[in-house]
């Protein structure tokens, strides 16, 4: 018997999966337990629309985050740091503060934990760092730190 999952089950398939299950799991577990529900024609209508839905969603989402790297690329942020005398900083600049200062100077929002950084940048100087923005698609941005 043909039946659509409802939820990730372990062993049989994920969430929205059409897998073919004997008569009896189907009948006496998976769908009086309310975990999946028979694949007639309008439960796969409903299955194929609402992969639809979310494929669509996907790609206004990678649209957004090409439009927001190409915003990325043009912006070069300028942090203010305290330094030595031969340019050694006192601390570094973080992701988090990377993260803040697009959102205030340019209003947009990241996430401090997709922005690569390998460590805090500790000297003064013109720094490029990438964004993961989504799957394949990264943002650069220039952060040149100044001494105050």
Known sequence: MKVILKAD???VGKKDEVINASDGYARN?????NLAV???????AKLKSKQNAAK????????????????????????????GENGKIFGGVSA???????ETEYKIKV??????????????GTT?????????????VKIDVIAE
């Open 56 to 83: 669509f969603q996907k790609d206004q989402e990678k649209q957004e985050a090409i439009k927001t790297a190409d915003k990325l690329s043009k912006i070069l942020i300028k942090i203010k740091v305290k330094a």
């Open 111 to 124: 996430d401090k934990k997709k922005i690569d950084l390998k460590e805090t940048i500790k000297t003064l």
């Open 29 to 33: 577990f998976l769908l009086p337990k």
């Open 96 to 102: 988090k503060e990377i993260a803040q200062q697009l």
């Open 128 to 140: 490029t760092v990438e964004i993961k923005l989504f799957e394949g698609v990264t943002g650069k």
């Open 9 to 11: 089950i372990k062993g």
């Open 38 to 44: 028979e694949a007639n024609n309008d439960n796969m």
